[in-house]
């Protein structure tokens, strides 16, 4: 199981930090991602960390997020920093079991989902 958790409404120029809470698997042996979807446009693979904790980031999200893991929490994190308009979405952490990152969006398990709207 994941279960996402802190979203909420920012203006542009603001941080949040998002949160997954996993269970139900080895969390630390596992490849964890964030990946987002707004309405009218597909998934979009936005982050992920490996079981090594090798991060991979979204072109356009390089140097603004940051993700992390805890192993001994069982958590995965996103730092958000100078949120755009356009980062507004609803943000899934996501995961097919394996160990290495591939940006991609079919994932098996998804979380229910944490909305972030950037908006002034």
């Known amino acids: 199981q994941l279960g996402e958790s802190g979203g909420g409404f920012v203006p542009p120029g603001g941080s949040l930090r998002l949160s997954c809470a996993a269970s139900?698997?080895?969390?630390?042996?596992?490849?964890l991602n964030w990946v987002r979807r707004t309405p009218g446009k597909g998934p979009e693979w936005v982050a992920g960390?490996?079981?090594?904790?090798?991060?991979e980031y979204l072109h356009s999200v390089k140097g603004r997020f940051t993700i992390s893991r805890d192993n001994a929490k069982n958590t995965l994190y996103l730092e958000m920093r100078s949120l755009q308009t356009d980062d507004t979405a609803v943000y899934y952490c996501?995961?097919?079991?394996?160990?290495?990152?591939?940006?991609?969006?079919?994932?098996?398990?998804w979380g229910q989902g944490t909305q972030v709207t950037v908006s002034s």
């Open positions: 139900g698997f080895t969390f630390e042996v596992v490849a």
């Open positions: 960390i490996s079981a090594g904790d090798i991060s």
């Open positions: 996501a995961t097919d079991l394996r160990a290495w990152v591939s940006p991609r969006t079919d994932f098996t398990y």
